[in-house]
């Protein structure tokens, strides 16, 4: 008996949660598929076998499976929970490069790989850069053929043009990938130029940009916290309270009340009747 649940769901990319209950030695086959999958064991393990070729695998040991390849599995070991990450081809090749050669289907998982595999599983909203960071993790250790990842010329300039197209709110700018398109680079690339250029990920900078607005529209007197969350390009509510508490330490409407409070004319205390009238001459 096979699950799945979809975690993520984005035009480029789904995170799955995949739990399996077969309990079989014996090779069963899988029809051929025209995405790309990277598969991270998260409890148990399985047998995969491509081109003749078997591999166990448990939380050290991942898979990538490419389109069109003929895979069979066995589960000797009574089932496993899994995460399944389905890749376009164009969002693999955006950051493998365009005719990428494999050291192998197969990956070791270390301790790096497992923690951007649980950073991902905890991104919700923000899951684009967190799951382009782990498939960059895993083109470093399986590509043989040059990437497009690397430093390159004219970062410094790339990440002034995001700033500048995250700051006036283009709709590119809401994540990772589009922006990217919107250059024309890897958003692998963009990714880690940001991070070099600005010390920290280009979700935490859109995030300040987007924190620093909602002050001002709080200061402003919105009332709305739904309309300030749609406005600003956030999921939902919650996810504008998560992030400005994040930010900010205190929750939207905490917010509004200090900038309120903080607004507000001080008291004028009045003048004691012996200011205006000497007790003597």
Do not use: K
């Not at 491509?50 to 166990?56: I, L, S």
């Not at 490069?97 to 192998?104: C, E, K, R, S, V």
């Not at 600003?232 to 330490?249: I, P, V």
Request: glycine share 10%.
């Amino acid at each position: 008996m096979l699950s799945f649940v979809d975690l993520t769901a984005r035009p480029e990319f789904t995170v799955s949660a995949v739990d399996c209950h077969d309990d079989h030695r014996g090779w069963s086959a899988e029809p051929p598929r025209s995405d790309v999958r990277l598969v991270l064991v998260r409890r148990g393990g399985f047998r995969r076998r491509v081109r003749g070729v078997a591999v166990d695998l448990d939380r050290t040991v991942g898979y990538i499976g490419l389109p069109g390849e003929e895979e069979q599995f066995a589960h000797p070991a009574g089932g496993d929970v899994c995460t399944s990450i389905s890749l376009t081809a164009s969002l693999w090749r955006s950051v493998s490069g365009d005719a990428p050669q494999l050291h192998g289907s197969s990956l070791y998982v270390d301790g790096r790989l497992d923690l951007a595999h649980r950073r991902l599983l905890a991104a919700a909203h923000e899951s684009s850069e967190a799951l382009i960071g782990l498939v960059g993790e895993v083109v470093e250790r399986v590509v043989a053929t040059p990437t497009p990842s690397g430093a390159a010329a004219g970062d410094r300039a790339l990440v002034a043009r995001a700033r500048e197209v995250i700051g006036a709110g283009h709709p590119a700018s809401g994540g990772l990938i589009p922006l990217a398109e919107l250059f024309g680079v890897s958003p692998y690339r963009l990714s880690r130029a940001f991070t070099r250029e600005l010390g920290v990920s280009l979700t935490r900078y859109r995030n300040r940009v987007r924190v620093a607005s909602a002050l001002d529209l709080l200061e402003a007197g919105e009332t709305s916290l739904a309309s300030l969350a749609a406005d600003l390009g956030f999921a939902d509510q919650a996810h504008l309270s998560r992030t400005m508490r994040e930010n900010l330490g205190h929750t939207p409407t905490a917010l509004r009340r200090l900038l309120t409070a903080a607004a507000a004319p001080s008291p004028r205390s009045s003048p004691s009747p012996s200011a205006h009238h000497p007790a003597g001459r």
